[in-house]
C-alpha cells in the first residue's frame, strides 16, 4: 500500500528532471533564452515554431547544457565572430538573412532590412546581447556584407 504511494511522485520526479527549460548565460557575451529539454534531448528557441534562431555547434556546450539546471552560466572561450552564411531573402526584397558563428560554439541567425538609406540588423528574440560594443561588433560584419552585395 504505501509503495503505491511513491510511484506518482517519483514518476513527477523523473519527468521533472528530463523536461524543462533552460537558460544560456553565455560569459558576459549574451543570454539564449528558451531552451527545452526532452528526454536528454535540446532543443533550442525557434521563430514562428520553425525557424533555427541559435544552434550549438559545439559538443562540450551541448553536453554542458543537458546537465546544468534552468540558469546555465558557460564561460565564453573568447569573442571570435564569422559570417557563415549570407544570402537575400526570397520573400521579400531588400532583406537578408545572415548566420554568425561565434567562437565555433554557436551560430545565431539576423535579419537584415533596408529601410531608405539605413539597414536595420535584428537578432533572434530568444537572444539578448549582454556586451553591446560585441553586438555592435557584429552589425558591423553584417553591414559589410550587406554593402559588398549591393
Known amino acids: 500500500m504505501w509503495l503505491r504511494r511513491l510511484v506518482?511522485?517519483?514518476c513527477l520526479l523523473c519527468w521533472a528532471a528530463g523536461a524543462g527549460a533552460a537558460n544560456l548565460l553565455y560569459g558576459s557575451l549574451l543570454e539564449v533564452h528558451g531552451i527545452s529539454r526532452t528526454d536528454s534531448r535540446l532543443q533550442m528557441p525557434l521563430s514562428r515554431k520553425k525557424y533555427a534562431d541559435v544552434r550549438l555547434l559545439d559538443r562540450s556546450l551541448y553536453q554542458f547544457l543537458l546537465s546544468c539546471g534552468e540558469e546555465c552560466s558557460f564561460n565564453a572561450p573568447g569573442k571570435e565572430i564569422e559570417i557563415?552564411?549570407?544570402?537575400e531573402a526570397k520573400t521579400r526584397p531588400n532583406m537578408w538573412i545572415a548566420q554568425a558563428g561565434i567562437n565555433k560554439?554557436?551560430?545565431i541567425t539576423f535579419l537584415i532590412?533596408?529601410?531608405a538609406d539605413a539597414f536595420n540588423i535584428i537578432a533572434p528574440q530568444a537572444v539578448a546581447f549582454k556586451d553591446q560594443p560585441f553586438f555592435e561588433e557584429?552589425?558591423?560584419a553584417l553591414l559589410r556584407q550587406v554593402q559588398?552585395?549591393?
Open 113 to 115: 532590412f533596408k529601410r
Open 8 to 10: 506518482l511522485p517519483a
Open 84 to 87: 557563415v552564411s549570407f544570402r
Open 138 to 140: 557584429i552589425k558591423t
Open 148 to 150: 559588398a552585395k549591393l
Open 105 to 107: 560554439q554557436l551560430l
